[in-house]
Structure formats: C-alpha cells, structure tokens
Antibody
Framework: QVQLQESGPGLVKPSQTLSLTCTVS??????????WSWIRQPAGKGLEWVGH???????TYSPSLKSRVLISLDTSKNQFSLNLNSLTAADTAVYYC????????????WGQGTPVTVSS | QSALTQPASVSGSPGQSITISCTGT?????????VSWYQQHPGKAPKVMIF???KRPSGVSNRFSGSKSGNTASLTISGLQAEDEADYYC??????????FGGGTKLTVL
C-alpha cells in the first residue's frame, strides 16, 4: 500500500516562495502508471487541483496558478516537490499530495495534508 | 476553468437514499468518462468513493454508486448511515489535460 507524506514550513511570509515535499513509500515514483499531484484546500472551502508531474518530468499546471508553480521530481529520494512563488494570503490552505492512476484519472491515494499559512 | 457545480448541501434520514449532482461542460464531465467522487470527513484527507463515473474501489460499500448523463454526473448513496455524514466532492478530467473539482456538498444525516 503506497503512502504519501507532505512536509514543509507551516508559515511563510507574503511575496516569498512556498516549498513543499511529498515523500512516497511503498511504491516507486518512477512507475509509469501514475501522475504525482498537488491539491490544496483553503479552510472551509473546496478542493483545488494545483498540478501534477509524470515520471518523465513532464508537468501540467492549473491555468490559474501556472505562472507561479513549479513541480519537480527527485527519483533518488522517491519524492516530488511543489514550489509556489509570489505568495499572498489567498494561498493559505491545506496542501495535499496525491497519486493519480493513469487511465482511471482518479486521485487514489492521498497524503494527510500539511497546513500552510501565508502571513507576515 | 470553472469549478464543477454541486449543491451546497443535501440531507437525508438513516436508511434513505440521496443523490448529489455535479454539473460541468462538454469539456470536462460531458467529454470524458473520468468523473470521480471523494468523501471527506472533518480534518481528514479525501477518500475516493467512485472513479470512472460508476466504478467502486475495493473496500467501498456498494451503497455508493455513480452515473452520468450529458454534462451532469451523480453520486447516489443508498441506505444512509450516520457515518456517511461528510463533505463530498466530484472531480473530472478536462480537455486541457487538467483536473477540476466541484465546490463540494455537505451531507447531513438527520
């Protein structure tokens, strides 16, 4: 059973860059069967898809965040990461990493989520 | 891309059935059989309940079912139980090779 675990700072200042890492265990991030995704959820609000990366390094991002997002892979550590720059209070949310099974297109496995607050 | 449209809330009594709708466009829900549904209890990560419109992952109760007609997908929960009280989200793959979620529906079991 694959497990995903997010890690990163819980508090970031406005205009700075958020960096989060998702560590995958029980499965290889190099598998060609999955997309590795980031999703966020502001408190009391709905889910928002941020973007994903494939084992080849190919990425796809939400149109609304595309100019500020970078997702990368570290196969040696079985991790993938999210960088989000030019932060504002609107980026305050719980950030989840998740695995999408290609051909099924559902988010089958999720991390527990990590809360991020953007505040000075 | 705009969020898929779900009712903000639905409710039902134990044993009853409820249906949650999820309306999109021909560029997402209507264009692909890649609609999935997620259950989220407070403070927890979402859990997939339905994928590919109407398929259930192993371990999910057969009280949960999904369907689609045109640009609208639906999740039906039969034989409501207290443990079903949660937020439910739909999601769809899109023609831009991205994903979009619904705004979420709060299910209350009376």
């Amino acid at each position: 059973q694959v497990q995903l675990q997010e890690s990163g700072p819980g508090l970031v200042k406005p205009s700075q860059t958020l960096s989060l890492t998702c560590t995958v265990s029980g499965g290889s991030i190099s598998s060609g069967s999955f997309y590795w995704s980031w999703i966020r959820q502001p408190a009391g609000k709905g889910l928002e898809w941020v973007g994903h990366i494939y084992t080849s390094g190919r990425t796809t991002y939400s149109p609304s965040l595309k100019s500020r997002v970078l997702i990368s892979l570290d196969t040696s550590k079985n991790q993938f990461s999210l960088n989000l720059n030019s932060l504002t209070a609107a980026d305050t949310a719980v950030y989840y990493c998740a695995r999408v099974t290609i051909g099924v297109a559902s988010f089958d496995d999720w991390g527990q989520g990590t809360p991020v607050t953007v505040s000075s | 891309q705009s969020a898929l449209t779900q009712p903000a809330s639905v409710s039902g009594s134990p044993g009853q059935s409820i249906t949650i709708s999820c309306t999109g466009t021909s560029s997402d829900v209507g264009g692909f059989n890649y609609v999935s549904w997620y259950q989220q209890h407070p403070g927890k990560a979402p859990k997939v309940m339905i994928f590919a419109v109407g398929k259930r992952p192993s371990g999910v109760s057969n009280r949960f079912s999904g369907s689609k007609s045109g640009n609208t997908a639906s999740l039906t929960i039969s034989g409501l139980q207290a443990e079903d009280e949660a937020d439910y989200y739909c999601s769809s793959y899109t023609s831009s090779s991205t994903w979009v979620f619904g705004g979420g529906t709060k299910l209350t079991v009376l």
